[in-house]
Structures are given as structure tokens and as C-alpha cells.
């Protein structure tokens, strides 16, 4: 299983199947090694459509495909793994529920602490966020960007989120991050396969 790096895509809330189809492939085509399907608005049987189409396409690019908070969606979608909340418990019992060869994520916010309890309960890698403020979720913790030199021992990938865009993701990289998780920066426009380019283009 290759590991979490690079360009981390995570898809918008959104109903439009037909545009999310689109722009998650010209970001894979752009160079996304990482997707993860968020959708917390729409129903059970758009999700699991939705979520189907999307795995089916990181898997023919290539990169791992994760969803967001639902281990029985990503059992059902045979995905590689499921990103999971602050809670230890909750990495412990999804690496229960979807076994050793999991990819398991865990939102650690600006809390060392916290990331390095995700990787004793079983984390495959650690998101820190957000780095800068978000659009996605403006009230989120902000996350200073020394987290990642503070945190080289932990391991496991560690990837950054929140605010991240073309313009400010080359400090994201320098400061250590494994991979950076992209949003708004990624997918809001037309240019998504460029942008994913040139946000890949910084791990090279």
C-alpha cells in the first residue's frame, strides 16, 4: 500500500455528481496521489453512488482513496481506508473494523499530543490543521506550521490542512508536511487539473 504523500484532494460538499466525476479526474490527472470523498449533506444512496464512481477512478489513477468518517461507506466502496475525528477511540475502531492493511487518518487540529495517542491506537498518518484560515470551516484551531518539524519522530505521514492554495502551500511543504490536503484551494474554478499540477509539482 503505497504511503499518504503529496497532493491530498478532498472533495466539496456537493449534489452535482456530474462536476464532482469531472474535476476529481482532471485532479488525479493533474496529479493527486491522495482522495478523500467528504459529503456530509447529501443522502445515503447519492453518497454511496457517488462514493463508488470516485473509488473507482482513484483506483484507476492509482492513488488511494479514503472517506471521510463512514467506515461502512468505505467497506462498502472497498476503499483503502477512512479519516476519522479527534477521538483515539475512533482510529482504534476503525482499524478494528476495516483491518491491518487500512489506510486510517486522524485529525490531530494543533495538538502534538493528540497525534502522537492516534498513532499508539493505530493511525496510518496524521492531518494538522488548519495551517491557515479556512474558508471550509472558519472557525477551525489554527495550527502553527513548526507542528510538522515538532513531530518528525512520530513515524507515520503527516498532512497538513486548512487554507491551503497555490499561493501558500510552497511554506506548507518547507516546513516538513508529508502531504497537503486541499480543498476550496483545488476544486473552486475551472483550472482544477493545473492546480493540481502545480501543487504536485512541490513534492517533486
Partial sequence: MPKVSGLYAITPDTDDSERLIEQVSAALDGGARVLQYRNKGCDPVRRLWQASILASLARSRGALFIVNDDVELARAVQADGVHVGRDDAAVASARAALGPA???????????????????????YVAFGAVFSSGTKPGAVAAPLALFAHSIDLGVPRVAIGGITVANAGQVVAAGADAIAVIGGLFDGDDVAERAATLAALFD
Avoid: Q
Wanted: one cysteine or more; aromatic letters at 4%; hydrophobic letters at 60%.
Fill in 102 to 124: 487500512a489506510v486510517i487518518g486522524a485529525s490531530c487540529y494543533n495538538d502534538l499530543a493528540l497525534a502522537r495517542a492516534a498513532v499508539a491506537a493505530g493511525a496510518s
